[in-house]
């Protein structure tokens, strides 16, 4: 989503004119959304919502992302390793490989791609698996000061 850079006046009392454009582009959707902006250039920031609790829905394949590149770092995780998908771990849903056949072995980084790009659900299932799971993932997020940011179950 693309916003109007904010004019550089001094913030008036009441809604910043940051605030404004947020609400005024949120007013345009059927839903009900929680976003946090800042300007880098002022510091000004606005927040929408900002207390509400939200599902995560594919939000989270960021975190798990993000998990997998530490734990690589940490020689935990092989990037170039072969994941073989099987019918067992097949998922439905989003994503490439349900419609590929069965017995494909993508890298590990290939899962992560098609994790974001596609949000490929057969991807994320394998990726929470690698990085330790729905419970090693949340005590992950909770120890980064995310404890308000939780998965409930895999795919």
């Known amino acids: 989503m693309m916003l109007a850079q904010p004019s550089r006046a ?5 809604k910043s004119e940051l605030r404004r454009l947020l609400e005024a582009d949120l ?3 059927p839903a009900t959304a929680g976003v ?3 300007n880098l250039r002022t510091g000004e920031e606005a927040m929408i919502n900002a207390d509400q609790r939200f599902s995560s829905v594919s939000v989270i394949r960021i975190p798990i992302m993000i998990r997998a590149f530490q734990l690589a770092d940490q020689l935990k995780l092989n990037l170039d390793a072969r994941v073989e998908i099987t019918r067992a771990t097949l998922r ?3 994503g490439v490989f ?3 056949d069965m017995g494909l072995k993508p890298t590990v980084r290939e899962l ?3 994790m974001i790009i596609t949000r490929d659900n057969t991807a994320t299932d394998l990726m929470t ?5 729905v419970d090693s993932l949340n005590v992950w997020l909770a120890a980064s000061g995310y404890t308000q940011t939780r998965m409930v179950s895999r795919g």
């Open 92 to 94: 439905d849903g989003t």
């Open 36 to 38: 946090y902006v800042k």
């Open 10 to 14: 001094p913030p008036q009392a009441g």
């Open 112 to 114: 992560i791609t098609q």
């Open 129 to 133: 698996t690698l990085v330790g799971g």
């Open 98 to 100: 349900q419609y590929l």
């Open 27 to 29: 007013a345009k959707y």
